[in-house]
């Protein structure tokens, strides 16, 4: 009898990949008509992921009983975007600005919108009493409707071919449309708001994968996003984290925060999670096929 193998890629999308040119389409709106549109989040390695992703998964797609894509999904208008923060000067907030509660108290940094000051401040002093993150304004990216919204053509041409195979459906999970709160993780935001079910416990997809014998995690950025939601995925496993397998290949980090992922690597080996390249996760998925 097979093993029940599930795949969960995080967050496969365009403005997460350092797409070459012929990835990117010709943006019409552009000055001469001729630019093509480019990611506006980009981690290096991300594309050569994707495309080692998409061939152990077309190699590999007899031996997967499920596979699962999360999706950021955000409005132009978010707490981590350019577009909601003002300088203490009036000025526009440059992406990878840090924004601290004591910065907005200090009125270095200002919503945009004054009466949206005292809610801004009120998730910024239970973000950073988390202690997980602190807010990083990212420039606007997985914006709803968007082709950086769009997953990575390789790879989803990939999994395309594993429901027509399958006859079966990848389930996308779509996460961080509430302005008000960062959504790293699939499982839950970072301050969940209890206003909104979209951005509390995904008690739904915590048990589809723990239906799984193994769970095989790959996505971008390692950094952020697949640290996130393995962390969370990690709490609900517990003495059964052996499950867990991050291909290791198939993500890379943010520049600037290879740190955060070593450290994420490092504790997730301390919690018993398996580490496996593309290649070693192909030969899994060839013996549970039985070829």
């Not at 053509?153 to 006859?167: C, G, I, K, M, Q």
């Not at 699939?186 to 951005?199: K, L, S």
């Amino acid at each position: 009898m097979k093993d029940r193998l599930h795949l969960l890629v995080i967050d496969p999308q365009n403005d997460f990949c350092d797409l070459p040119p012929e990835y990117r389409p010709i943006d019409s709106a552009s000055a001469d008509g001729q630019a093509r549109r480019a990611p506006t989040l980009p981690v290096a390695g991300a594309h050569a992921d994707m495309q080692r992703l998409a061939r152990l998964i077309e190699r590999g797609r007899d031996g997967l009983a499920a596979i699962t894509i999360t999706l950021d999904s955000h409005h132009r208008y978010h707490i981590a975007h350019p577009t909601f923060w003002l300088a203490g000067d009036g000025g526009p907030v440059a992406p990878f600005t840090e924004i601290t509660a004591q910065d907005v108290r200090a009125a270095r940094f200002l919503p945009r919108h004054p009466q949206a000051r005292e809610r801004a401040l009120a998730y910024l002093d239970a973000l950073e009493a988390a202690g997980r993150y602190r807010l990083m304004v990212w420039p606007v990216h997985c914006e709803i409707g968007t082709w950086g919204h769009n997953v990575h053509d390789d790879l989803r041409a990939a999994y395309n071919r594993w429901e027509d195979a399958a006859l079966g459906v990848v389930d996308k999970i779509a996460k961080g449309s509430n302005p008000w709160t960062e959504h790293y993780s699939a499982v839950m935001a970072e301050v969940p708001d209890e206003a909104d079910p979209g951005t509390q416990l995904n008690m739904q997809l915590i048990d589809s994968l723990l239906q799984a014998d193994r769970v095989y995690i790959a996505g971008e950025a390692g950094s952020h996003c697949v640290k996130a939601t393995t962390e969370h995925i990690a709490e609900h496993f517990g003495d059964e984290t052996d499950r867990l397998v991050l291909i290791s290949d198939c993500m890379s980090p943010v520049a600037g925060f290879e740190a955060q992922q070593g450290a994420f690597f490092e504790q997730m080996r301390e919690l018993g999670v398996r580490f496996a390249t593309a290649d070693e996760v192909l030969q899994e998925l060839l013996l549970n096929a039985g070829r």
